[in-house]
């Protein structure tokens, strides 16, 4: 069987190392133990503990005590004992229950026809599209008290895709109403509440959401479903 050295390697220091709680000693048995076992080509392999503890550096005692701490935390097992030594399986971090978690299968996502406005279960990701802030003034807002606003109004017929919704506080959800999102944002504009670069910068965000292309995060959508 081939191993896969670098994802064995990734999967002890990430997860079977943290999780177990190893010791810098268990650490280096464990390594010489997958070294002698794995890596030629067996699961099981025999070890005189006087040998191991020459190879690693420490007492006898202490391989005796880290051979039965790896073997209770599951992570090898004692097949035998004999004069000639211990004949222990070395189980791969992803062989031992809890150890690696379980990726869940990526969810296929249609966003072109996915509701975003019906409830607030995509507020956050949308609010991530928009930086923590009102699509339209550009004010940092909180998902507390975000509202989702169609930007073509709904009496221009129901359209609740990723193109038409985004996060606006209170008040410019309040105070554009039916208004076109373009003559709302240059209303912003007059009053001072946006600057000329903020100005053209909104106008363009409106193009690119209504081109489709002002998408959300896909990872924060996938934990969304």
Known sequence: MTVDLALIINQCEDYLFPTRSFSVRQRALYYHLFRHTHLEGKSSGLFSLL????????????????????HERGCLVIEDR?????LLRVLLPSDIPG??????????IDIASMDFFSNRRFLSVLLAREDGRC????KSIRAESCELDHVSCQ????????????????????????????????????????????????????EQLTAGNLLPDRALLQSAL
């Not at 554009?176 to 600057?195: I, M």
């Open 135 to 138: 699509f339209y003034c550009l």
């Open 51 to 70: 040998p191991l503890s020459n190879a690693i550096g420490v007492a006898e005692s202490s391989v005796r005590e880290d051979v039965r701490a790896l």
């Open 155 to 206: 009496a221009n017929g129901k359209d609740n895709s990723i193109r038409n919704i985004v996060c606006s506080c209170h008040e410019c959800n309040t105070t554009k109403q039916a208004q076109p999102a373009a003559d709302f944002v240059r209303s912003l504009y007059r009053k001072g509440v946006l600057s000329q670069p903020e100005l053209e910068n909104r106008l363009s965000a409106l």
């Open 82 to 86: 004999s004069r000639n030594g211990h």
């Open 99 to 108: 150890v690696v978690p379980e990726t869940r299968p990526e969810v296929q």
